[in-house]
């Protein structure tokens, strides 16, 4: 079962930072978070993970609480094209990514 | 090739029959994973491979499926006696180690049983 909570669906207007929220208040001390997305009719693409601290990279930030209950993924400039469903996941080592329903990102222009 | 190469894109077979279906990882990924994606669903997991052996089979959901990876490259996941129920999209990841990381995805084998 997917141990993550997010909202089914989002909309944000093309140009704006889109966040988006995730929930993982049973995450373990070894469990790193994980972003994937997934365009239709494509493979799921990695977005960013991490364990405790904030990352960046240049697809998107990832802010994790100092509790690590929960976590935002910020794209901060959304174009049509970052249209997709979008997972969270919480993940130890190489283990399965277990999927959850995600949450549909609507980008409108 | 650059990435992870999933034959045949799509496969239309009649109920009861066998099905295989192939996936090519990135050279050098020792990890290989099999999903399933239904419509309006996230990837269902099914079966990991670490290497030539398979270190988590446990969304694997009945005999009728099995997977192989003999030199620790190609993979091929097999259906047996395959029913309406078995349609879907099946993905294919690797990743490179054992320890964590990025899964790179294949585009999917699209199935459907008629």
Not at chain 1, 42 to 56: F, S, V
Request: proline residues 5%; aromatic residues 8%; charged residues 20%.
């Amino acid at each position: 079962d997917a141990k993550t909570t997010q909202p089914p669906s989002m909309d944000c207007a093309e140009g704006r930072a889109a966040n988006l929220p995730c929930n993982h208040s049973t995450i373990s001390g070894n469990e790193y978070v994980y972003w994937y997305r997934q365009i239709h009719s494509q493979g799921p693409q990695y977005i960013i993970h991490g364990l405790k601290n904030n990352e960046t990279n240049e697809m998107a930030s990832l802010i994790i609480t100092e509790d690590r209950k929960s976590s935002t993924l910020i794209l901060p400039h959304a174009t049509l094209r970052d249209t997709a469903v979008y997972y969270c996941i919480v993940r130890l080592g190489a283990q399965k990514l277990v999927f959850g329903q995600g949450t549909r990102l609507t980008i409108n222009p | 090739g650059a990435g992870v190469s999933q034959t045949p894109s799509n496969k239309v077979t009649e109920k009861g029959k066998y099905v295989e279906l192939r996936c090519d990882p990135i050279s050098g990924h020792t990890a290989l994973y099999w999903y399933r994606q239904s419509l309006g669903q996230g990837p269902e997991f099914l079966i990991y491979f670490q290497g030539t052996g398979a270190a988590d089979d446990s969304g694997l959901p009945n005999d009728r499926f099995f997977a192989v990876r003999p030199e620790g490259s190609v993979s091929t996941l097999k259906i047996q006696r395959t029913e309406r129920g078995d349609s879907a999209v099946y993905l294919c990841a690797s990743m490179m180690g054992s320890l964590g990381g990025e899964l790179f995805f294949g585009e999917g084998s699209r199935l459907t049983v008629l």
